[in-house]
């Protein structure tokens, strides 16, 4: 158990739809990652929050959105679904969050499964 | 965005051999990291190296940053079934950004 908790596990939505996808980080990380794994991508970074702020952003679509609250969870909204969207969509957390769309430190939790249908 | 290009894409292995695993780009990077993701999971850091030549082992695993800072290799040494997952590897160039490769599916037949 890597102590990053992300909720729902699956999900499974129509095309159009929008949907949250919550991460809460490990106790006294402040840095928060979104990686988004499709069968034919790998695993490609969408954003970073630390400590509330966006940090960093990569390849994340303007359908897409994330926000990191006070209490450090964040959360990752993606609207307009399409069936491409359909892929695991992984937290990480790490304490400083130094590194820009990924740290060493940093540790992924089981992801969520989304399937837009 | 930056290509890593890693290999095999798949490999199916007999119990008790050796497995290597490789990491290239065009790019320069300051740190190559080496993941495990079991089917449900997320990945798991496996080795970090942080300096051009270094070797490092965790069990039978070994990893080695290229002397030319744009490889990392990964040998999994008398495999086991539990080695069974796909591998990953992860850059950091000089500007903090972290790539990761395509993954390495491993399968180990008993």
């Known amino acids: 158990d890597s102590g990053v908790t992300q909720t729902p596990k699956h999900l499974i939505t129509a095309t159009g739809q929008r949907v949250t996808l919550r991460c809460s980080p490990r106790?006294?990380?402040?840095?928060v990652y979104w990686y988004q794994q499709s069968l034919d991508q790998g695993l490609q970074f969408l954003i970073q929050?630390?400590?509330?702020?966006?940090?960093a952003k990569g390849n994340i679509l303007e359908r897409f959105s994330a926000q990191q609250f006070p209490d450090l969870h964040s959360e990752l909204n993606l609207s307009s679904l399409e069936l491409g969207d359909s892929a695991l969509y992984f937290c990480?957390?790490?304490?400083?969050?130094?590194?820009?769309?990924?740290?060493?430190?940093?540790?992924f939790g089981q992801g969520t499964r989304l399937t837009v249908v | 965005g930056q290509q890593l290009n890693q290999s095999p894409q798949s490999m199916f292995i007999q119990e008790g051999e050796d497995v290597s695993m490789n990491c290239t780009s065009s790019s320069i990077f300051n740190t190559w990291l080496w993941y495990k993701q079991d089917p449900g999971e997320g990945p798991v850091l496996l080795i970090a190296?942080?300096?051009?030549?270094e070797l490092t082992s965790n069990g039978r695993l070994t990893a080695q940053f290229g002397i030319t800072r744009k490889d990392s290799f990964l040998n999994i040494s008398a495999s086991i079934p539990s080695d069974v997952g796909i591998y990953f590897c992860a850059g950091q160039l000089s500007g903090n950004q972290f790539y990761f490769g395509t993954g390495t599916s491993l399968t180990v037949i008993p």
């Open positions: 990480a957390s790490s304490e400083s969050g130094t590194g820009f769309a990924g740290d060493p430190e940093a540790f």
């Open positions: 929050y630390y400590n509330g702020e966006e940090r």
């Open positions: 190296l942080y300096k051009a030549g």
């Open positions: 106790s006294g990380d402040l840095s």
